[in-house]
């Protein structure tokens, strides 16, 4: 038995095809358009462990909980002159404690805590710059790119601690569309 669409079915179907379309061109545009890094850095792994606890807690200003174990990665880093991380963002949180030389971490404005003057001239950057012996935190999920900006081409150094859900399998860093500020 054949049925007859009628123009509200066509146009759902329609709809649904473009919806769908789209969805598909986003999807692949962002690994297709995505920055990789720029110049040398050597990773390396010192811990990458699920914990056999949960967290809840509210002390001093730092909140804190899971819902669940969660992975833990600690990373060293070492990149050379005129390393660039790439516009990416992260699946969790990622600590970084600096601990030779200088980044400086580029961010989109107009984030919910970005204080009035935050950016650097009129490029629409959050522009942090951290030294040895200073730390940032990156917020799970936001677009940032690093950079090694030390002094006379020296390397920078630092260590990474990034909180993972352990249901997402690798990659912990996803590249992503440059275009989110001036840089």
């Known amino acids: 038995m054949r049925t007859r669409q009628t123009p509200n079915g066509r146009r759902r179907l329609l709809s649904g095809a473009i919806v769908f379309a789209v969805a598909a061109v986003l999807a692949t545009s962002s690994t297709a358009l995505g920055t990789k890094p720029t110049g040398t850095v050597t990773p390396v792994t010192l811990a990458n462990v699920t914990t056999a606890n949960v967290a809840n807690m509210d002390l001093n200003d730092i909140h804190f909980e899971t819902q669940a174990s969660v992975r833990v990665l600690h990373v060293m ?31 989109r404005v107009n984030r919910e805590g970005d204080r009035e003057g935050d950016r650097e001239g009129d490029n629409g950057c959050k522009v942090t710059k951290v030294t040895a012996g200073g730390g940032y935190i990156e917020t799970a999920g936001v677009p940032i790119q690093v950079y090694n900006k030390t002094d006379n081409g020296g390397s920078a150094e630092w260590i990474t601690t990034q909180i993972i859900p352990p249901s997402l399998p690798p990659p912990t860093r996803v590249d992503v569309t440059p275009g989110f500020c001036g840089v």
Do not use: E
């Open 77 to 107: 880093n070492v990149a050379g002159a005129g390393y660039s991380s790439g516009w990416h963002r992260h699946v969790g949180p990622v600590i970084i404690a600096v601990t030779k030389g200088t980044l400086v971490f580029y961010d």
